[in-house]
C-alpha cells in the first residue's frame, strides 16, 4: 500500500513539474497607445494567454519598432510588432543596431503599415518641400516612424537636423503639439484608422492635411532594397481630407528571436490565423492578416521554421 501511494504521489509531482515546464510568459513589443500596435498586441496577447495551453502573453507598451527589435535581442520570451525597414537594419546590425546584429526570424507579415506627414491648414505647407524650415516631429525614439521619416527627408534631398527644428514625439504627442501649434507637422506610419490622428481630425475648429509623398518611393527603393510601395490612403480615412494621400507605405512583420522553438512559433502563429475574427473585433487591420501577404519579398528577415510549418499544414508555401 505505501508503496502504492508513494507511486501516486511521484506521478502528481511529475505531473506538477511538466505542467510548470509547459507554462510560457511571452511579452509582445508593440508601441505607444495612440497607434494601432498596441491594441492589436493586446488584442494578440488576450488570444495567446486564450487558446494556447500554459501560455500567459502580455502587451507592452514600448517606443516602437527599434524597441521591440532590441528587447527580442535580449534572448528573452518576447515577440514584437515592427516594421519591414527597422527589422532589416537590425537583421543586418546596421545604424541603430551598428555592431549589434539581430538573430530574428519572421514569424508572419500583418498588414501595411502606410507613413502619414500629418498637418492642418494654417501651416504653410501642402507639399514635402514645404517642411524646410518648419518645426516637425519624425517620431518617437526608438520607433520604425523615425526611421522611414528620415530616410523619407534624404530622399527629398533634405537634412533632418539643417533643414527643419525637429522634435521626437510619439503619434499621441504629436497631436497635441499641433493642437497646441507647438509643431507644424508630423510624421506617422501606422495601420489605418490610427486613433489619434482621427482624434486630430475630429477636433473642431481643425482642418487636417496630409502631404503627398509617393513620388519618393523611387528614391527610398533606390537606396534600400524593394521595401516600399508607391500607395494611398483613401480620403474617407480621415474627417476633413479633400483628396486621396499619396504616400509610401510599408510592411508590418510580427518576429521573433531565431532560438524560439519550432512549437511555439506555430501555436503562436495558428492562434493568430485561427482567431482572426476576434481580433478583427479589435482593430480592423486585422482582416489585412491573410495567407497570401506570406511572401519571402515583403520581409527582409527569413520565416521562421514553425510558422512555414503551419502555412505547409494550410497548402500555401511561402516563395
Not at 497607434?35 to 486564450?50: E, Q, R
Not at 538573430?103 to 501595411?112: F, G, N, S
Not at 509610401?248 to 493568430?272: C, F, G, S
Request: hydrophobic share 45%; net charge positive.
Amino acid at each position: 500500500m505505501m508503496r502504492r501511494i508513494l507511486a501516486l504521489a511521484c506521478a502528481v509531482v511529475a505531473s506538477a513539474a511538466a505542467l510548470v515546464a509547459q507554462a510560457q510568459n511571452i511579452s509582445i513589443g508593440t508601441g505607444g497607445t495612440g497607434g494601432v500596435y498596441y491594441p492589436m498586441g493586446g488584442g494578440i496577447a488576450a488570444v495567446l494567454s486564450k487558446y494556447v495551453p500554459g501560455m500567459q502573453a502580455t502587451a507592452e507598451v514600448t517606443g516602437g519598432s527599434v524597441d521591440n527589435l532590441k528587447l527580442i535581442a535580449t534572448g528573452k520570451p518576447y515577440i514584437g510588432f515592427t516594421m519591414a525597414d527597422a527589422a532589416q537594419e537590425a537583421a543586418k546590425g546596421e545604424d541603430k543596431f551598428k555592431g549589434n546584429k539581430v538573430p530574428l526570424r519572421t514569424l508572419m507579415i500583418l498588414y501595411p503599415n502606410r507613413m502619414h506627414v500629418v498637418t492642418v491648414e494654417g501651416t504653410g505647407i501642402s507639399r514635402f518641400a514645404d517642411l524646410q524650415g518648419k518645426r516637425v516631429s519624425t517620431g518617437s525614439p526608438g520607433s520604425a516612424t523615425e526611421v522611414m521619416a528620415f530616410r523619407l527627408i534624404e530622399a527629398a534631398g533634405m537634412d533632418k537636423d539643417r533643414d527643419m527644428k525637429r522634435e521626437r514625439l510619439g503619434v499621441a504627442e504629436s497631436v497635441n503639439a499641433i493642437k497646441d501649434r507647438k509643431i507644424d507637422a508630423f510624421f506617422w506610419v501606422g495601420g489605418l484608422p490610427t486613433a489619434a490622428v482621427t482624434d486630430l481630425a475630429s477636433t473642431p475648429g481643425t482642418k487636417i492635411k496630409l502631404i503627398d509623398h509617393a513620388d519618393l518611393v523611387p528614391a527610398l527603393n533606390a537606396k534600400w532594397g524593394n521595401l516600399y510601395v508607391q500607395d494611398v490612403i483613401p480620403k474617407e480615412t480621415y474627417k476633413g481630407m479633400d483628396a486621396d494621400n499619396k504616400q509610401a507605405t510599408v510592411m508590418n512583420i510580427l518576429v521573433a528571436h531565431e532560438n524560439m522553438d519550432e512549437k511555439t512559433a506555430y501555436n503562436i502563429v495558428k492562434t493568430i490565423f485561427d482567431k482572426r475574427d476576434e481580433l478583427i473585433a479589435v482593430h480592423k487591420e486585422a482582416a489585412n492578416f491573410r495567407l497570401e501577404l506570406q511572401k519571402a519579398a515583403a520581409s527582409p528577415v527569413p520565416f521562421h521554421p514553425g510558422a512555414l510549418k503551419y502555412f505547409a499544414e494550410k497548402g500555401f508555401k511561402v516563395n
